[in-house]
């Protein structure tokens, strides 16, 4: 089997608009609605297409992406907008950009002199799409217009423009992005969501949120306390991590924008894991107010607390599925930590991980389909995943560095974990069926702990 195909269920596995095979729902393209409270798209054109270029299963399409027209400003530039665009693309897993620049830029010339797009010309340096496009920048806007042609047909596939604050360019590109991505294969992008996370830049572990590319890192948290444990509320304005306040543990939410904190729990003992329901009305998180480490369920105001499990065994780092209708977490009653999963109202749990002697900090897929989570494997930490109804593990890292901590991107296909290598810890995002590590961050601080947002409109 294809390492694309991996993790794909069968009837996942269909021909999509360009004639292959990706995930389902990819066979029709349609216009999408158009989205963002604070960017502003607009369709140049909307007729409705399907791309004619015949694919095998797992092969990506081919993108010409020449330097869009227009003069640049205030650090925003053709160049800049071409490098994040084309990290997205690439990075959604579907398509590869033309390597040599060279002849884009050439084709790219000749269409500009000329005032016609010289489709064969495309094709012939190995381009199956062409996006071309033009930014203008104001002083107090920003706007990227592109259109995306089918070259086989030569012919338009979609055209949108995108207006928004200056400082906001790089999210007007990301929208540009997710809206290709969701033309083209059906599938929504992930280029469009954050990712929080803990660091030690100013010497104490606080909570900091970035761009799913590493990009606008900013701190969350302002207290000087130290905040660990980062989960998304939907919607993504805010988070919920656990505080050390002295010798007292609590739980907080944590407002994205202004860094406000409102405690939610502070229960006498652990107040640790904290995770938000996929309805955001719930908080599953490990307590010991009852002298054991068991896994509770509270309200989103830290009331009425649930507990969910009883025994003599340390239960951990519950994440609901996304259904809201079960939890996994972590156990050490087979007397090594394990993966199990049980009913959110609690119940009688299903072993989940039976290979590797530790097992730790699963997440669930937003697919629903499987688990990734931190195992140590001949005494490296490494990521794997394990299919919920089969339990079928894979491991989609390798290599030495301790890898901990993943976190599923919304499109069920990505992941992002930290991995310390050389005495600093550092994030990363791979794709599960190519497995290739994209490094996300840098510095001499350490990264850790993160959690990716659901999409943000």
């Known amino acids: 089997m294809p390492a694309t195909d991996r993790g794909l269920r069968k009837e996942e596995r269909v021909t999509n608009a360009f004639g292959g095979r990706t995930t389902r729902g990819a066979a029709r393209t349609s216009l999408a609605a158009a989205l ?5 798209p607009a369709a140049l054109w909307a007729p409705e297409v399907r791309l004619s270029v015949q694919k095998g299963f797992g092969e990506k399409v081919v993108i010409a992406l020449p330097l869009f027209t227009g003069e640049g400003r205030g650090g925003i530039d ?3 907008v071409r490098d994040v665009l084309g990290f997205d693309l690439a990075n959604s897993g579907y398509f590869s950009l033309v390597e040599n620049t060279e002849f884009v830029d050439d084709v790219e010339s000749d269409d500009r002199a000329t005032g016609d797009i010289d489709f064969p010309e495309w094709v012939a340096i190995g381009a199956e799409v062409l996006v071309k496009g033009s930014i203008d920048v104001g002083l107090t806007e920003f706007r990227v217009e592109a259109s995306v042609y089918d070259l086989a047909r030569g012919q338009p596939i979609f055209g949108r423009r995108y207006t928004g604050e200056p400082d906001r360019w790089r999210r007007a590109v990301h929208r540009l992005s997710d809206d290709i991505v969701r033309q083209l294969t059906g599938e929504p992008g992930v280029a469009s ?3 929080a996370y803990v660091s030690n830049e100013t010497g104490t572990k606080v909570i900091y949120v970035m761009d799913y590319d590493g990009a606008n890192q900013r701190r969350v948290t302002r207290d000087g306390t130290l905040s660990i444990y980062p989960d998304w509320f939907p919607g993504g304005e805010a988070v ?3 505080r050390f306040r002295g010798k007292r543990q609590e739980t907080y939410r944590a407002d994205v924008s202004s860094g406000a904190l409102d405690v939610v729990t502070s229960f006498p003992g652990l107040n640790a894991f904290p ?3 996929p309805d955001g009305d719930e908080i599953a998180l490990s307590l010991s107010r009852d002298g054991n480490t068991e896994i509770y369920r509270v309200r989103a105001d830290g009331t009425s607390p649930r507990r969910l499990t009883f025994g003599r065994s340390t239960e951990s780092s519950p994440r609901w599925s996304p259904d809201g209708r079960r939890i996994v977490f972590v156990s050490d009653r087979a007397g090594t930590p394990q993966l199990y999963t049980m009913s959110a109202n609690g119940g009688s749990p299903d072993r989940l991980t039976y290979r590797g002697s530790y097992n730790t900090s699963p997440d669930w897929s937003p697919k629903g389909d499987l688990v990734a989570y931190t195992s140590r494997v001949e005494g490296v930490f490494q990521i794997c995943t394990v299919d919920v109804e089969t339990k079928e593990v894979v491991r989609i890292t390798a290599g030495p560095g301790h890898k901990e901590d993943p976190s599923w991107g ?6 992002v974990y930290s991995m310390t290598s050389g005495g600093s810890a550092d994030l990363y995002m791979i794709d599960i069926y190519d497995l290739e590590p994209v490094k996300l961050t840098s510095g001499t601080s350490d990264y850790s702990s993160p959690a990716w947002s659901g999409r943000l409109e």
């Open 275 to 277: 995770a938000v329901s």
């Open 36 to 40: 963002l409270l604070l960017l502003t």
């Open 410 to 415: 919304p499109d069920g296909r990505h992941v």
């Open 78 to 80: 053709p160049a800049g």
């Open 240 to 242: 919920i991590c656990t």
């Open 193 to 195: 969501t954050q990712i």
